[in-house]
C-alpha cells in the first residue's frame, strides 16, 4: 500500500496583534512568493495482487486561529491580509490481476465534536482564513472569530485545490475516490473594518478547485467518486458561516458571523468558480468509471457551490432551526458580489453490464442563507441575513451550474443504464433579513442609489444508451423538482433611485434515453420552477427610470422580443427529451418534458417604485419531446405525463402586485416611460413514432404512438390561485378569492401583456392507433377575483393572445395523427383571450381615467388532422375559442376625446378527418368574441370617446372516407360585443363586426 498524509498550515493558532498599520501574509503554497501548488501524492503499481494507494491532506489552510482560546486578529491603522492556499492531492494505483483502489483526500478534519453529534462543520475543512473556535467543542462557545482592522483594509484571499485519484486494473475492480472535503475562502470569520472616509476597503476571495476521479478495468466493477452530496460535506464557499450546533448549549443560540465596515468605498467580492472570462466554470467534478465485464458506476456530486453563504443549522433529535445569520453591514457606500459557478460531470460506461452515472449539486447559490431555501425558522432578536449599505450600493449575486451525466453499455442482457443530473436548488440571491422588534427587516437595504445584477443558470445533461440486441433498459432524467430563481424569498429595499434592476433565472436541461431492445425513458425538467423575481419584493423610494440599460441577458435568439427597462426580470426554460428503441422486442419509448413545471419571470412578488418607474418581465420557454419506437409503443408528452392531469406554466407577471407611485410617459432625456409589461413566449413540441407491426404489443397499450402537449401562457397574471394555474378557464376550479394582486401605476404609464405559443403535436403509427392532442390556452393579461389594473391620469392597456406564426405566410399550430392499420385521432383546444376576467363586477381595468385606451386582441391559426389507412379517424378542434376582451368592467380616458376600448378576435382553423377503410368523423366547434361580458348581468363599459368589437373566425370542417361513413360538424358563434353595457359619456361611436366562413365538407 502506497500511503501520504500531509499537513500545510501557514499560520497555526498564532495570536497576532499590530497596534499600527501592517501587513499579514499567510502562504500555503509551494513557493514562498505565494505561487506553486503543494503536492500529497500515492502512487502503488503492482504487477500481482491488489494495489492500493491512499493520500491525505489533513490540513491545508493559510491563516488557522481559534483553537485553545487563541485572540482575535487584529491591525490597529490601516492593514492587509493576504491568505493563500494551493493544493494538489492525487493517488494512483495499477494492479494487473487484481483490486486497484485509490483514495484521495484533502481538508482539515475537525475532531472531538461529539456534542450533540452535529453534522455542520464535521466534515474535512480547508481554506484561506479558517477559524475554529465555533465548532461545539466548548459549551457556550457560539460566537464567530474576528479579524479586525481600524483604518482603510485591503484582505485577499486565493484558494485552489485538486484532488484526483486514478484506479486501473486488467482483472479486479477498480475504485477511484476523490474527496475534495470542505473548500472555503473565509470560514467563521467576522471582519470588523473602521475604514477611513475616502478611501478603499476590500475584501477579495478567489476560490477554485478541480476533483476527479476515474476507474477502469477490464473484467470486473469499475466505480468511480468524486465528491459527496451529503450535508455540509463537499462544499465550495468563498465566504462561510458554518452555522454549528450541538448538545452544549449553541442550539439556535449561535451569534451571526458580520462583515461590518464603518467609513469608505467597500468592496466585498466572493467568487467560486468564476473564469476571469466567459468560460468553463473554474470548479469541476468529475468522475469516469469504464468496465469491458461488470457494473460501472460513476458518482460526481457536491453540497453547495456558494459565494457568500450562511450554512443552515440540523441537531439529532429534534426539528432543524435556522443558524443565526451571515450579516454584511457597510456605513457608506459599497458594493457586494458573490457568485459560485461550477461542473460536474459523471461518464459510466460497461461493455456488459450495468451502468449508472449520477452528476448533481444540492445548492448553488450566489448570496444566500440556507434556513431560508429550506424554510427553517429562527425567532431569536438580531438572528438572521442581511446586507444593509448606508449610502449608494450594487449587488452583484449569481449561482451557475452545469451537470452532465453519461451512461452507456454494450450488455448481453438485463443491464440497467442510469444517467441522472439534478441541481435542487440554482439560486442568485436569497437572504430572509434580521428579526427585530417590529419584524423581520429587509434581506437588502441599500440607503441611496442601487444598482443589481441577479442570476441562476441551471444546465444539465442526460444522456443513457444501450447498444446491443439484448435486453436493456436506459434512463435519463435531467432535472426533477429543481429550483431555478435569481431571487428568492428576499425582500429589497432601495431608498432612493435604482439605477438598474436586472434578475434572471434560466433553466437548461436535456435528457436522452437511447436503446435497441428495451425500454427507453427520458424526463427532463419535470416538477421543476424558474423565476428571475420569486416570493420577494423591491421597493424603491424614489425612481426606476433610466432609458440606459446593458446588455441583458446574454444573447440568444428566443430574446431578441424581450427589451429590458431599469428593473427587470427574465426567465428562459429550454426542456428537451428524446427516447428511442431501435430494435425489434416490442419495448416502448417515452420522453417528458415540462410536466407540473413553470418558468414565471415575476412570481407571487412585490415591486413598488415611489416616483417614476418601468418593470419589464418575459418569459421565452423552448420545450420539445421525442419519442420513437421501431417495435413498440412511443409516448411523448410536454407539460404532463402519463397518466396524470398536470400542465406547464409559462408568465411574465404572475400574482404578483406592482405599484408605480406616480408615473410619466414623458419622463425627459436619459429616462424611459413609466409602465409595467409581461411576455410569454413558448415554443412546445411533441412528437411520437411508432413502427411496430403489432396493434395489441407485449401491453394493453399495443404499438401505439400518443402525442401530447399542455400548457397555459400568460403575458400576466393576477389573482390565480397558486393551486389551480388555469384559474376559471378550465371551466372547473374556481379562482382563489383570497389572492389578489393589483397593478396600479399613480399618474401616467402603459400596462401591457402579450402571450404567444407555437409548435406542434404529432403521432404516426404502423400497427396501433395514432393520438395527438393540444391544450392550449393564453392571454395577454388575466384578471381573477377582485385583482385590478389602475393608471390614474393617462395610459394605455393592452393585452394580445397569440397561437401559431403570423408572419407570412403564416404558420399555424398544428396536431397531427397518422397511422397505418390502427385509429387516428388528433385534438386541439384553445382558449385565447386578449384580456380576461372573471365576470365579477370587482374585476376592472381602468386606464387613464383623463386619457387611455384599452385594447384586447386574441389571435389563432390552427390545423388539425387525422389520417388513417385501414382504421378510424376523427379530428377536433373545440374549446374556449377566442375573445379580445371578457369578463372585465373597463374605463377608458374620461376628460380627453377619441379615446378608445377595442376588443379583436381573428381566427383560421382547419380541421380534417380522412380514413380509407374506415369512418371518418371531423368536428370543428369554435367561437369569437370581440367583447364579450360574463354573468347575468355582463359587465360595462364606461369611456369618453368609442368602443369597438370585431371578430372573424374561418372555421374549416372536412371528413373524407373511401370506404366508411364521413361526418363532418362545424359550428361557431362569432359575435363582435356581446354582453356588455356601454356608456359613452360623451360623442362617439360604437362599432362591431362579425364575419367569416363556417364550413363542413364531406367527402364519401
Do not use: C, W
Given at each position: 500500500m502506497a500511503f501520504a498524509q500531509s499537513t500545510y498550515i501557514a499560520i497555526n493558532n498564532v495570536p497576532i496583534s499590530i497596534a499600527g498599520s501592517g501587513l499579514i501574509q499567510a502562504l500555503s503554497t509551494l513557493n514562498p512568493n505565494g505561487t506553486g501548488f503543494n503536492v500529497t501524492s500515492a502512487t502503488e503499481t503492482q504487477l500481482a495482487g491488489p494495489a492500493d494507494a491512499l493520500a491525505q491532506n489533513n490540513a491545508q489552510v493559510g491563516l488557522l486561529f481559534g483553537d485553545a482560546g487563541t485572540s482575535p486578529i487584529s491591525i490597529g491603522l490601516n492593514g492587509s491580509v493576504l491568505a493563500a492556499q494551493y493544493a494538489n492531492t492525487t493517488a494512483s494505483a495499477t494492479a494487473a490481476d487484481s483490486n486497484a483502489t485509490a483514495q484521495a483526500t484533502n481538508g482539515f478534519a475537525l475532531s472531538g465534536n461529539t456534542n450533540g453529534g452535529a453534522f455542520i462543520g464535521s466534515g474535512p475543512i480547508g481554506g484561506g482564513i479558517i477559524y475554529l473556535g465555533n465548532n461545539g467543542t466548548v459549551a457556550g462557545d457560539n460566537t464567530p472569530g474576528q479579524l479586525a482592522i481600524g483604518g482603510s483594509s485591503a484582505i485577499n484571499v486565493f484558494v485552489d485545490n485538486g484532488v484526483r485519484s486514478t484506479a486501473t486494473t486488467t482483472t479486479g475492480n477498480a475504485l477511484a475516490n476523490a474527496d475534495p472535503g470542505n473548500a472555503y475562502g473565509i470560514y467563521d470569520t467576522s471582519i470588523k473594518v473602521g475604514g477611513v472616509a475616502g478611501q478603499a476597503n476590500l475584501v477579495n476571495v478567489q476560490l477554485d478547485g478541480v476533483t476527479n476521479a476515474s476507474a477502469t478495468t477490464t473484467t470486473g466493477s469499475a466505480t468511480a467518486r468524486a465528491g459527496l452530496d451529503d450535508f455540509a460535506r463537499n462544499q465550495y464557499a468563498g465566504i462561510l458561516h458554518s452555522g454549528f450546533s450541538g448538545a452544549a448549549g449553541n442550539s439556535g443560540g449561535l451569534e451571526p458571523l458580520v462583515l461590518s465596515f464603518g467609513a469608505g468605498n467597500t468592496t466585498i467580492r466572493s467568487e467560486v468558480g468564476v473564469p476571469a472570462t466567459p468560460g468553463a466554470a473554474l470548479v469541476q467534478i468529475g468522475a469516469t468509471a469504464n468496465t469491458v465485464t461488470g457494473a460501472a458506476n460513476a458518482t460526481a456530486q457536491a453540497d453547495l457551490l456558494g459565494g457568500i453563504y450562511q450554512n443552515g443549522v440540523a441537531t439529532f433529535g429534534g426539528p432543524p432551526t435556522s443558524a443565526s445569520g451571515l450579516q454584511i453591514l457597510i456605513g457608506q457606500v459599497g458594493t457586494v458580489s458573490g457568485k459560485a459557478h461550477g461542473e460536474t460531470n459523471a461518464t459510466a460506461g460497461s461493455v456488459n453490464g450495468d451502468a449508472d452515472a449520477l452528476a448533481s449539486v444540492d445548492e448553488t447559490v450566489g448570496i444566500g442563507d440556507e434556513s431560508v431555501l429550506r424554510g427553517f425558522v429562527n425567532p431569536v432578536l438580531g438572528a438572521g441575513s442581511a446586507i444593509k449599505i448606508g449610502q449608494d450600493g450594487n449587488i452583484a449575486a449569481g449561482g451557475a451550474v452545469t451537470s452532465n451525466a453519461t451512461a452507456s453499455s454494450v450488455t448481453t442482457g438485463g443491464a440497467d443504464i442510469t444517467a441522472t443530473t439534478d441541481n435542487t436548488f440554482v439560486i442568485g440571491l436569497a437572504l430572509g433579513g434580521i428579526n427585530g422588534p417590529a419584524g423581520t427587516g429587509p434581506g437588502v437595504s441599500i440607503g441611496g442609489n442601487g444598482s443589481f445584477t441577479l442570476y441562476a443558470d441551471n444546465t444539465q445533461n442526460a444522456n443513457a444508451s444501450a447498444t446491443n440486441t439484448s435486453n436493456a433498459d436506459p434512463l435519463a432524467s435531467a432535472g426533477f423538482q429543481d429550483q431555478t430563481f435569481g431571487a428568492y424569498l428576499t425582500n429589497i429595499v432601495v431608498g432612493q433611485n435604482v439605477n438598474v434592476f436586472q434578475t434572471t433565472g434560466q433553466l437548461d436541461v436535456d435528457a436522452t434515453a437511447a436503446a435497441v431492445n428495451g425500454i427507453a425513458t427520458a424526463s427532463s425538467g419535470v416538477q421543476s420552477n424558474t423565476a428571475g423575481l420569486k416570493d420577494s419584493s423591491l421597493t424603491v423610494g424614489l425612481n426606476a427610470n433610466n432609458a440606459y440599460v446593458p446588455a441583458f441577458p446574454p444573447a440568444d435568439p428566443y430574446t431578441t422580443a424581450f427589451n429590458p427597462g431599469p428593473i427587470s426580470a427574465f426567465t428562459q426554460s429550454e426542456i428537451s427529451s428524446s427516447a428511442t428503441t431501435s430494435g425489434v422486442d416490442g419495448s416502448p419509448a417515452t420522453a417528458t418534458s415540462g410536466a407540473g413545471s413553470s418558468s414565471i419571470a415575476i412570481d407571487n412578488s412585490t415591486i413598488s417604485v415611489g416616483l417614476n418607474g418601468r418593470v419589464d418581465a418575459a418569459d421565452l420557454s423552448q420545450l420539445g419531446a421525442t419519442a420513437s419506437s421501431n417495435s413498440g409503443a412511443a409516448?411523448?408528452?410536454?407539460?404532463?405525463?402519463?397518466?396524470?392531469?398536470?400542465?406547464?406554466?409559462?408568465?411574465?407577471?404572475?400574482?404578483?402586485?406592482?405599484?408605480?407611485?406616480?408615473?410619466?410617459?414623458?419622463?425627459?432625456?436619459?429616462?424611459?416611460?413609466?409602465?409595467?409589461?409581461?411576455?410569454?413566449?413558448?415554443?412546445?413540441?411533441?412528437?411520437?413514432?411508432?413502427?411496430?407491426?403489432?396493434?395489441?404489443?407485449?401491453?394493453?397499450?399495443?404499438?401505439?404512438?400518443?402525442?401530447?402537449?399542455?400548457?397555459?401562457?400568460?403575458?400576466?397574471?393576477?389573482?390565480?390561485?397558486?393551486?389551480?394555474?388555469?384559474?376559471?378557464?378550465?371551466?372547473?376550479?374556481?379562482?382563489?378569492?383570497?389572492?389578489?394582486?393589483?397593478?396600479?401605476?399613480?399618474?401616467?404609464?402603459?400596462?401591457?401583456?402579450?402571450?404567444?405559443?407555437?409548435?406542434?403535436?404529432?403521432?404516426?403509427?404502423?400497427?396501433?392507433?395514432?393520438?395527438?392532442?393540444?391544450?392550449?390556452?393564453?392571454?395577454?393579461?388575466?384578471?381573477?377575483?377582485?385583482?385590478?389594473?389602475?393608471?390614474?391620469?393617462?395610459?394605455?392597456?393592452?393585452?394580445?393572445?397569440?397561437?401559431?406564426?403570423?408572419?407570412?405566410?403564416?404558420?399555424?399550430?398544428?396536431?397531427?395523427?397518422?397511422?397505418?392499420?390502427?385509429?387516428?385521432?388528433?385534438?386541439?383546444?384553445?382558449?385565447?383571450?386578449?384580456?380576461?376576467?372573471?365576470?365579477?363586477?370587482?374585476?376592472?381595468?381602468?386606464?387613464?381615467?383623463?386619457?387611455?385606451?384599452?385594447?384586447?386582441?386574441?389571435?389563432?391559426?390552427?390545423?388539425?388532422?387525422?389520417?388513417?389507412?385501414?382504421?378510424?379517424?376523427?379530428?377536433?378542434?373545440?374549446?374556449?375559442?377566442?375573445?379580445?376582451?371578457?369578463?372585465?368592467?373597463?374605463?377608458?380616458?374620461?376628460?380627453?376625446?377619441?379615446?378608445?376600448?377595442?376588443?379583436?378576435?381573428?381566427?383560421?382553423?382547419?380541421?380534417?378527418?380522412?380514413?380509407?377503410?374506415?369512418?371518418?368523423?371531423?368536428?370543428?366547434?369554435?367561437?369569437?368574441?370581440?367583447?364579450?361580458?360574463?354573468?347575468?348581468?355582463?359587465?360595462?363599459?364606461?369611456?369618453?370617446?368609442?368602443?369597438?368589437?370585431?371578430?372573424?373566425?374561418?372555421?374549416?370542417?372536412?371528413?373524407?372516407?373511401?370506404?366508411?361513413?364521413?361526418?363532418?360538424?362545424?359550428?361557431?358563434?362569432?359575435?363582435?360585443?356581446?354582453?356588455?353595457?356601454?356608456?359613452?359619456?360623451?360623442?362617439?361611436?360604437?362599432?362591431?363586426?362579425?364575419?367569416?366562413?363556417?364550413?363542413?365538407?364531406?367527402?364519401?
Amino acid at each position: 500500500m502506497a500511503f501520504a498524509q500531509s499537513t500545510y498550515i501557514a499560520i497555526n493558532n498564532v495570536p497576532i496583534s499590530i497596534a499600527g498599520s501592517g501587513l499579514i501574509q499567510a502562504l500555503s503554497t509551494l513557493n514562498p512568493n505565494g505561487t506553486g501548488f503543494n503536492v500529497t501524492s500515492a502512487t502503488e503499481t503492482q504487477l500481482a495482487g491488489p494495489a492500493d494507494a491512499l493520500a491525505q491532506n489533513n490540513a491545508q489552510v493559510g491563516l488557522l486561529f481559534g483553537d485553545a482560546g487563541t485572540s482575535p486578529i487584529s491591525i490597529g491603522l490601516n492593514g492587509s491580509v493576504l491568505a493563500a492556499q494551493y493544493a494538489n492531492t492525487t493517488a494512483s494505483a495499477t494492479a494487473a490481476d487484481s483490486n486497484a483502489t485509490a483514495q484521495a483526500t484533502n481538508g482539515f478534519a475537525l475532531s472531538g465534536n461529539t456534542n450533540g453529534g452535529a453534522f455542520i462543520g464535521s466534515g474535512p475543512i480547508g481554506g484561506g482564513i479558517i477559524y475554529l473556535g465555533n465548532n461545539g467543542t466548548v459549551a457556550g462557545d457560539n460566537t464567530p472569530g474576528q479579524l479586525a482592522i481600524g483604518g482603510s483594509s485591503a484582505i485577499n484571499v486565493f484558494v485552489d485545490n485538486g484532488v484526483r485519484s486514478t484506479a486501473t486494473t486488467t482483472t479486479g475492480n477498480a475504485l477511484a475516490n476523490a474527496d475534495p472535503g470542505n473548500a472555503y475562502g473565509i470560514y467563521d470569520t467576522s471582519i470588523k473594518v473602521g475604514g477611513v472616509a475616502g478611501q478603499a476597503n476590500l475584501v477579495n476571495v478567489q476560490l477554485d478547485g478541480v476533483t476527479n476521479a476515474s476507474a477502469t478495468t477490464t473484467t470486473g466493477s469499475a466505480t468511480a467518486r468524486a465528491g459527496l452530496d451529503d450535508f455540509a460535506r463537499n462544499q465550495y464557499a468563498g465566504i462561510l458561516h458554518s452555522g454549528f450546533s450541538g448538545a452544549a448549549g449553541n442550539s439556535g443560540g449561535l451569534e451571526p458571523l458580520v462583515l461590518s465596515f464603518g467609513a469608505g468605498n467597500t468592496t466585498i467580492r466572493s467568487e467560486v468558480g468564476v473564469p476571469a472570462t466567459p468560460g468553463a466554470a473554474l470548479v469541476q467534478i468529475g468522475a469516469t468509471a469504464n468496465t469491458v465485464t461488470g457494473a460501472a458506476n460513476a458518482t460526481a456530486q457536491a453540497d453547495l457551490l456558494g459565494g457568500i453563504y450562511q450554512n443552515g443549522v440540523a441537531t439529532f433529535g429534534g426539528p432543524p432551526t435556522s443558524a443565526s445569520g451571515l450579516q454584511i453591514l457597510i456605513g457608506q457606500v459599497g458594493t457586494v458580489s458573490g457568485k459560485a459557478h461550477g461542473e460536474t460531470n459523471a461518464t459510466a460506461g460497461s461493455v456488459n453490464g450495468d451502468a449508472d452515472a449520477l452528476a448533481s449539486v444540492d445548492e448553488t447559490v450566489g448570496i444566500g442563507d440556507e434556513s431560508v431555501l429550506r424554510g427553517f425558522v429562527n425567532p431569536v432578536l438580531g438572528a438572521g441575513s442581511a446586507i444593509k449599505i448606508g449610502q449608494d450600493g450594487n449587488i452583484a449575486a449569481g449561482g451557475a451550474v452545469t451537470s452532465n451525466a453519461t451512461a452507456s453499455s454494450v450488455t448481453t442482457g438485463g443491464a440497467d443504464i442510469t444517467a441522472t443530473t439534478d441541481n435542487t436548488f440554482v439560486i442568485g440571491l436569497a437572504l430572509g433579513g434580521i428579526n427585530g422588534p417590529a419584524g423581520t427587516g429587509p434581506g437588502v437595504s441599500i440607503g441611496g442609489n442601487g444598482s443589481f445584477t441577479l442570476y441562476a443558470d441551471n444546465t444539465q445533461n442526460a444522456n443513457a444508451s444501450a447498444t446491443n440486441t439484448s435486453n436493456a433498459d436506459p434512463l435519463a432524467s435531467a432535472g426533477f423538482q429543481d429550483q431555478t430563481f435569481g431571487a428568492y424569498l428576499t425582500n429589497i429595499v432601495v431608498g432612493q433611485n435604482v439605477n438598474v434592476f436586472q434578475t434572471t433565472g434560466q433553466l437548461d436541461v436535456d435528457a436522452t434515453a437511447a436503446a435497441v431492445n428495451g425500454i427507453a425513458t427520458a424526463s427532463s425538467g419535470v416538477q421543476s420552477n424558474t423565476a428571475g423575481l420569486k416570493d420577494s419584493s423591491l421597493t424603491v423610494g424614489l425612481n426606476a427610470n433610466n432609458a440606459y440599460v446593458p446588455a441583458f441577458p446574454p444573447a440568444d435568439p428566443y430574446t431578441t422580443a424581450f427589451n429590458p427597462g431599469p428593473i427587470s426580470a427574465f426567465t428562459q426554460s429550454e426542456i428537451s427529451s428524446s427516447a428511442t428503441t431501435s430494435g425489434v422486442d416490442g419495448s416502448p419509448a417515452t420522453a417528458t418534458s415540462g410536466a407540473g413545471s413553470s418558468s414565471i419571470a415575476i412570481d407571487n412578488s412585490t415591486i413598488s417604485v415611489g416616483l417614476n418607474g418601468r418593470v419589464d418581465a418575459a418569459d421565452l420557454s423552448q420545450l420539445g419531446a421525442t419519442a420513437s419506437s421501431n417495435s413498440g409503443a412511443a409516448s411523448a408528452r410536454v407539460g404532463n405525463s402519463t397518466g396524470a392531469n398536470q400542465y406547464y406554466l409559462s408568465s411574465g407577471v404572475y400574482n404578483s402586485d406592482i405599484t408605480i407611485g406616480t408615473g410619466s410617459l414623458n419622463p425627459g432625456a436619459g429616462k424611459i416611460a413609466s409602465g409595467v409589461t409581461g411576455t410569454s413566449f413558448v415554443n412546445a413540441g411533441a412528437s411520437a413514432t411508432s413502427n411496430g407491426t403489432d396493434p395489441f404489443g407485449p401491453g394493453p397499450v399495443g404499438d401505439n404512438a400518443d402525442a401530447e402537449v399542455k400548457l397555459l401562457s400568460t403575458g400576466i397574471s393576477l389573482g390565480v390561485d397558486p393551486n389551480n394555474f388555469f384559474g376559471n378557464q378550465d371551466g372547473i376550479n374556481p379562482p382563489d378569492a383570497s389572492v389578489v394582486n393589483n397593478i396600479k401605476i399613480g399618474l401616467e404609464g402603459d400596462v401591457s401583456g402579450v402571450s404567444q405559443t407555437v409548435g406542434s403535436s404529432s403521432a404516426s403509427s404502423n400497427a396501433g392507433n395514432a393520438g395527438a392532442t393540444a391544450n392550449l390556452l393564453g392571454a395577454g393579461i388575466d384578471l381573477e377575483g377582485p385583482s385590478t389594473i389602475l393608471i390614474g391620469s393617462k395610459g394605455d392597456i393592452s393585452g394580445q393572445a397569440i397561437l401559431g406564426s403570423f408572419t407570412l405566410p403564416g404558420t399555424p399550430y398544428g396536431v397531427n395523427a397518422t397511422a397505418s392499420s390502427g385509429d387516428a385521432s388528433a385534438g386541439l383546444l384553445v382558449g385565447l383571450a386578449g384580456i380576461d376576467g372573471n365576470g365579477a363586477a370587482t374585476t376592472q381595468l381602468t386606464a387613464g381615467s383623463n386619457t387611455g385606451d384599452v385594447f384586447g386582441a386574441a389571435a389563432g391559426l390552427g390545423r388539425t388532422t387525422a389520417t388513417s389507412l385501414t382504421g378510424d379517424a376523427t379530428a377536433t378542434t373545440n374549446g374556449l375559442g377566442l375573445v379580445g376582451i371578457s369578463d372585465a368592467n373597463v374605463t377608458a380616458g374620461l376628460v380627453t376625446t377619441n379615446n378608445l376600448v377595442s376588443g379583436d378576435a381573428f381566427g383560421r382553423f382547419s380541421t380534417t378527418a380522412t380514413a380509407n377503410n374506415g369512418n371518418a368523423n371531423a368536428v370543428g366547434d369554435i367561437d369569437a368574441f370581440g367583447l364579450s361580458g360574463g354573468g347575468a348581468l355582463g359587465n360595462k363599459i364606461t369611456v369618453n370617446g368609442n368602443v369597438s368589437g370585431t371578430a372573424f373566425l374561418e372555421n374549416i370542417v372536412t371528413a373524407n372516407s373511401t370506404s366508411g361513413n364521413a361526418t363532418a360538424s362545424a359550428s361557431s358563434n362569432v359575435i363582435g360585443i356581446d354582453n356588455y353595457s356601454i356608456n359613452l359619456i360623451g360623442s362617439g361611436i360604437v362599432n362591431a363586426s362579425a364575419g367569416g366562413i363556417t364550413q363542413s365538407i364531406v367527402n364519401n
